[in-house]
């Protein structure tokens, strides 16, 4: 396979993998900068853990905050594995001026929507369903929580955007530096 599709857009073969790719760096940036530089919260910190039926883990505790530490590290580790299986995906379907792929817009804007996906998913699911924590706990948390879901809808409507301006990948046609810059 070249990497393009019936009608010679990169789009379609780069859908999956950067929105893989997209999903596991989302994880990373919200694992990174919220749990672990800002410490606004970990996987299992938040006080509405009674709703449903999981154990309470102070992270202002030694124990507690072992318990959410191993469980920051399980996220980041599905992140990891996001980002592997999302290369492996790209590997296998580009196998041709990679060069030209990785400079694409069309790369980069699935990788946003990715990300975006990750941000609506993990802020549904873990802020509002499971409240198993928040984005920063403490007076105006929802804001933050509904602000985190706001970033993840901008990300793919920029993503989307983004890879519909990049150009058709035709893998017969001579590299031309200009449309590296413009892919």
């Known amino acids: 396979m070249t990497g393009e599709t019936r009608d010679g857009s990169v789009s379609g073969c780069l859908r999956l993998p950067g929105i893989v790719l997209g999903v596991g760096m989302g994880g990373f940036a919200d694992g990174i900068l919220l749990h672990q530089v800002l410490q606004w919260h970990h996987m299992l910190s938040?006080?509405?853990?009674?709703?449903?039926?999981?154990?309470y883990y102070d992270p202002n505790t030694v124990s507690g905050l072992e318990m959410n530490t191993v469980w920051d590290g399980v996220f980041h580790t599905v992140c990891w594995l996001?980002?592997?299986?999302?290369?492996?995906?790209?590997?296998?379907?580009?196998?041709?001026?990679?060069?030209?792929?990785?400079?694409?817009?069309?790369?980069?804007?699935?990788?946003?929507?990715?990300?975006?996906?990750?941000?609506?998913?993990?802020?549904?699911?873990?802020?509002?369903?499971?409240?198993?924590?928040?984005?920063?706990?403490?007076?105006?948390q929802v804001w933050w929580d509904i602000g985190f879901l706001v970033l993840g809808a901008v990300l793919i409507a920029a993503g989307y955007l983004l890879q519909r301006s990049g150009r058709p990948f035709d893998?017969?046609?001579?590299?031309?530096?200009?449309?590296?810059?413009?892919?």
């Not at 938040?46 to 154990?55: A, E, L, P, Q, V």
Request: aromatic share 8%; glycine share 12%; hydrophobic share 45%.
């Open 46 to 55: 938040s006080t509405d853990h009674d709703r449903i039926g999981i154990k």
């Open 171 to 183: 893998p017969t046609a001579p590299a031309r530096r200009e449309e590296g810059r413009h892919a």
């Open 82 to 140: 996001a980002v592997l299986i999302g290369l492996a995906i790209l590997y296998a379907r580009v196998t041709r001026d990679r060069l030209r792929v990785w400079r694409s817009r069309v790369l980069w804007g699935w990788m946003l929507v990715g990300w975006g996906l990750f941000n609506l998913v993990e802020g549904v699911l873990d802020h509002h369903v499971l409240g198993i924590h928040h984005v920063h706990s403490g007076n105006g």
